[in-house]
């Protein structure tokens, strides 16, 4: 890991300990979720058993306005970008205060290991050290970056051509509605796309594109 600089973007990514599962349910990947979404400021939050109990009956992640509210308020860092593999995960973070990204690291993967470890009773790393983290140089590496990292699902059982339809990814807040308004802000790939290529659609851009050149060793 590398130390991070201001008002940067960075591809940060991590995966279980042995290649080990990181998320084994729906409920799993909704409490990771929502820690990616609310934990980029540095308020407190409570109650989030209880919010995500409620967000896995409505098979969707609820958003609690006045958390958003304060997130909004103390935010250190700006979700860009991700995608929740079995046991891997990526992100597109946007750096907006001094060592925002490694505080905002170290409170996510602690709280869920913690929550991880304690409901599958294990002990011991979850995550195979703190984090990774490789800096975004220019605009093309965001796009051809953002590619690779929707197109992750692919890898998946019956995923092959339906990434856009993964909920455990950015790519269908990136060509249909952002489901996380302010929370998450996909619009930074998005326009610079349009800047960069012109007609052809995000959507086309990523099934199209190889990316193999920002494949990473996890």
Request: proline letters at 2%; glycine letters at 4%; one cysteine or more.
């Amino acid at each position: 890991m590398s130390r991070q600089s201001f008002g940067e973007f960075y591809h940060v990514y991590n995966r279980g300990m042995q290649k080990q599962s990181i998320f084994i349910s729906d409920a799993d990947r909704f409490r990771f979720l929502f820690l990616l979404l609310f934990l980029q400021g540095s308020n407190s939050i409570r109650n989030v058993s209880r919010a995500i109990k409620t967000s896995v009956q409505h098979q969707m992640l609820l958003i609690d306005k006045e958390l958003k509210n304060d997130v909004l308020k103390n935010r250190t860092i700006e979700l860009v970008a991700f995608c929740l593999m079995p046991n891997h995960f990526h992100l597109i973070i946007h750096e907006i205060e001094d060592d925002g990204i490694a505080k905002y690291m170290q409170r996510v993967q602690n709280a869920y290991a913690k929550y991880f470890n304690t409901k599958y009773d294990k002990s011991g790393h979850l995550f195979q050290g703190l984090y990774k983290s490789k800096h975004i140089a220019d605009d093309r590496y965001l796009l051809y970056l953002s590619a690779y990292i929707h197109k992750n699902p692919t890898e998946l059982p019956n995923r092959k051509d339906k990434e856009e339809k993964y909920y455990w990814s950015s790519f269908q807040d990136c060509v249909a509605t952002n489901r996380f308004p302010s929370l998450l802000n996909p619009d930074i790939i998005v326009d610079r796309y349009k800047e960069e290529k012109g007609n052809m659609s995000y959507l086309k851009f990523v099934k199209t594109s190889s990316a193999k050149e920002f494949a990473i060793e996890l």
